[in-house]
């Protein structure tokens, strides 16, 4: 564990990593970097230019050409050494997370882990790119079908997974023989940057990895049009997604399009509701809730619903908030202040309905951005956090009296990303299992995102997965070839 003062002094110079270059300075437009903690400011990012944006491409098109030739054992090597490098230097990286994202010290950490556990996965993966053979017609002919990589990716993420997001999209890609632009996010830029240059450290050809800082619009232009991008990977609102992938998809480019998500709990009557309750408040309101999976709405039968609201009330208010560097702290703020705007606006919402509010409810008065765990109950289907996905520490509860209600709640929104059912009746498991639409539908647990497991949404919530095998296969297209 580290203290802030000392994490504060290690703050990186945010600069452009272009080709395999760190350039900083340069006359280049800068903006603030705001520490989430303390509203004050933190950083200062420069913008990257049109030059900046045309020489990464030019880069990009070099890398792909060495990289793609490399073999997939040498390539998994890279891969390899830089998850051993970010295990290394865990509480560098760490130090980034929590003083940029303000996300307490221990998911913190366990977010270097489960990142560095993405490069592992592709760097295995990568060797483990097959193709096959199919019988021909002919006496010795061979037909066989092999994966490529598609080119050069172009990628953007959120800023709430500052160090997984980014792992995934350049690891998956990398992996794959592609080569990779991302953009990172200007919320936590200095994490995305670290992983690019330990990369390079690790023996990444030039040009393979750039990733700019700067304005989202024309860094997305630029990159999305270049003829050499042909696939674009995309976390972050469904909104912005819709965008991009229209882009891409009308230049024939591949969207892999990781989106919004309002993830419903289905809880019936037989479990143990106060362990229940308090598991979901920790899947809930880790990082300050702000993750794409995170369990929000929550559908319980009616005979346990008094007792798993005052247990989740409960829960969220034993929540410590505070900063990230302090042991006692277990929820740290959120993004900015925007976000804590956008809390008020469902708590507004749910007072004018006649919600019941049973934790929470408020921005906490003092410096920082920080929301207090907010627990909204008898959130029927026209109130906005019913409606409207809160990416923050609210929850929102609703009872149900039959396993139909439940199935038509869960699934009467656009979105189909993460679900989550808990219940000891393998019947009633297996039956939502098939019945709820979702990309994952975790069931008894609250774990959705592994290295190793395919990671997607259905419905608008998103288009291919990352993770699993299938994370390699986003960025990979089949040549067939036959030989007589
Ligand atoms: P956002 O869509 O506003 O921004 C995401 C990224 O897109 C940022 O890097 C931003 O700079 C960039 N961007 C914004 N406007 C752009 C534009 N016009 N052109 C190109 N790029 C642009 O989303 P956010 O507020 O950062 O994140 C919250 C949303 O992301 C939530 O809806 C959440 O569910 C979703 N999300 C999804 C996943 C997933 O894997 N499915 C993971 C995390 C977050």
């Known amino acids: 564990m580290q203290t802030r003062s000392d994490a504060l002094s290690h703050y990186p110079q945010i600069g452009q990593l272009i080709g395999g270059a760190y350039e900083t300075g340069g006359g280049r437009a800068m903006h603030d970097i705001t520490d989430p903690t303390t509203g004050q400011v933190l950083g200062q990012y420069p913008t990257a230019t049109e030059d ?250 009616r005979k346990v619903y008094g007792a798993f609201n005052e247990a989740l009330a409960k829960a969220a208010n034993d929540l410590v908030l505070g900063c990230g560097f302090e042991e006692s702290t277990t929820m740290g703020p959120l993004v900015s202040s925007r976000r804590v705007k956008a809390m008020q606006g469902f708590v507004t919402d749910a007072r004018q309905k006649g919600l019941g509010i049973a934790a929470g409810g408020d921005a906490v008065q003092r410096e920082g951005a920080f929301f207090a765990p907010t627990v909204i109950t008898d959130a029927h289907t026209e109130s906005m956090v019913a409606n409207v996905e809160p990416f923050g520490p609210i929850a929102a509860t609703a009872a149900f009296d039959s396993y139909d209600e439940a199935i038509g709640l869960a699934n009467r929104l656009p979105f189909a990303l993460a679900a989550y059912v808990q219940s000891n009746n393998v019947h009633t498991v297996n039956r939502a299992i098939d019945d709820v639409e979702a990309g994952s539908v975790i069931c008894n647990g609250w774990r959705v995102s592994l290295p190793e497991t395919p990671f997607g949404g259905h419905k608008e919530s998103g288009i291919f997965a990352e993770g699993g095998v299938e994370g390699l296969q986003a960025f990979q297209h089949v040549k067939y070839a036959y030989v007589a």
């Open 52 to 301: 900046d944006i045309a020489r990464a491409l030019a880069a990009a098109e070099r890398g792909f050409a060495v990289w793609r030739k490399r073999s997939a054992f040498d390539r998994g090597r890279v891969l390899r050494k830089v998850a051993d490098t970010m295990r290394e230097r865990a509480n560098e990286l760490a130090r980034l997370v929590t003083l940029e994202l303000g996300k307490p010290w221990k998911e913190a950490v366990a977010e270097v882990e489960q990142a560095a556990g993405m490069w592992e996965w592709y760097a295995e993966e990568g060797r483990r790119a097959y193709g096959r053979i199919i019988p021909a017609r002919e006496a010795h002919a061979r037909q066989l079908v092999m994966p490529e990589p598609i080119g050069v990716v172009a990628a953007f993420g959120s800023w709430n997974a500052p160090l997984i997001t980014p792992s995934r999209k350049m690891a998956g890609a990398l992996g794959a023989g592609c080569a990779i632009i991302m953009k990172a996010s200007e919320e936590v830029p200095a994490c995305a940057l670290a992983l690019g240059r330990i990369a390079y450290e690790c023996g990444l050809p030039e040009g393979a990895l750039s990733i700019l800082v700067g304005d989202p619009i024309l860094i997305s232009e630029r990159l999305i049009d270049a003829p050499c991008v042909r696939g674009v990977t995309f976390t972050g609102s469904t909104q912005i997604g819709k965008q991009l992938a229209a882009r891409a998809v009308s230049q024939m480019k591949r969207p892999i399009m990781e989106l919004g998500g309002h993830a419903p709990v289905l809880i019936f009557d037989d479990v143990d509701i106060a362990a229940v309750a308090k598991a979901a408040a920790a899947a809930k309101f880790r990082n300050s809730g702000q993750i794409c999976i995170a369990p929000t709405r929550f559908f319980v039968q």
